[in-house]
């Protein structure tokens, strides 16, 4: 039997000196609670208690027991307390890890928001090394992982955050040199800056939408920031997060292409622990996560 299960029995003996009045107070039976004091003094291997027709009183062992076992188990209960308080506590490390390029962009300023916001956590927050495998960032100590892949897998929860819209883009002087892209299949006719993850540009919605493998990737990188850069020197034509190039394309510097044809967006999705319960501080920082990025969305751009 599970010891601290017979400690406990025992000790609610000793402290109303009956089995019957224990067994009342632990929902039990007499019989039952008395198993219990014959089974914890067979495993220790001494006489803990008198028994009697009308009492039960201690032996000299069981009296020094007792004492030892209330100890260990408010002990118990008081560390048990303190770390559902903590679970329960915004307050303390919390560690998030998330892809490079977002990273570096709206991920980056909503997890200093909340830094900002809550001071009593101290996060730690890591760019890349994410792995295929969608647990791995557990086994390297993050509470929580940032994603744009839909990552079904019944080892994690995973929540939907927000939408990250990108945007099909050239600058002035590609567009000078080349003429503006027509339509999505003139892509092959195109110099095209592509990420090394994205061989395969989505356009379009619904009955529009259509994968368009590019064929002359003129420029490759596994950075937007790279590609960004490419871009604003006439290099070619990239697909690109829309929050990265906004000022870009206010000013001029950057023209949108087939502005008539809609780019999917992007979701953003946090991966966390298994588990019913979830800590405190990782229900915080999503909630605060989804309403950053409502609360400073992208204004849309125009041709």
Not at 26 to 31: A, D, P, V
Not at 120 to 140: C, H, M
Request: proline letters at 6%; aromatic letters at 8%.
């Amino acid at each position: 039997m599970d010891r601290m299960l017979l400690m406990r029995s025992f000790v609610t003996v000793a402290q109303f000196g009956s089995f019957n009045g224990a067994a009342r107070s632990l929902g039990s039976s007499g019989s039952l609670v008395s198993r219990h004091v014959a089974e914890l003094e067979r495993q220790i291997g001494v006489r803990l208690v008198n028994r009697t027709s009308r009492s039960v009183t201690l032996t000299e062992q069981g009296l020094r027991y007792s004492e030892f076992a209330a100890r260990i188990l408010a002990e118990v209960e008081a560390e048990e307390a303190e770390i559902a308080h903590l679970h329960d506590r915004p307050e303390g490390p919390l560690s998030v890890v998330c892809p490079k390029w977002i990273g570096s962009l709206d991920v980056g300023d909503a997890i200093a928001a909340f830094a900002a916001a809550h001071p009593k956590i101290a996060v730690r927050f890591e760019l890349g090394g994410l792995s295929e495998r969608t647990y791995d960032f557990l086994d390297a100590g993050f509470d929580v992982a940032l994603h744009t892949r839909d990552l079904r897998d019944s080892r994690v929860h995973l929540r939907k955050i927000a939408s990250l819209p990108f945007v099909l883009c050239a600058s002035e002087t590609y567009v000078e040199r080349h003429g503006p892209l027509d339509h999505p299949g003139a892509l092959a006719e195109h110099d095209c800056l592509v990420h090394v993850n994205e061989p395969v540009w989505h356009l379009g919605h619904g009955s529009t939408a259509g994968l368009h493998k590019i064929r002359n990737a003129v420029f490759s990188s596994n950075s937007y920031i790279a590609l960004k850069k490419a871009a604003l020197q006439g290099r070619g034509i990239a697909l690109l997060p829309q929050r990265s190039v906004y000022e870009d394309l206010v000013s001029g510097a950057l023209r949108v292409q087939l502005p008539h044809v809609p780019v999917p967006d992007r979701p953003l999705y946090a991966v966390y622990g298994p588990g019913r319960t979830v800590p405190r501080k990782i229900v915080i920082l999503l909630a605060f996560l989804a309403r950053w990025f409502k609360e400073n969305p992208i204004p849309v751009i125009g041709p």
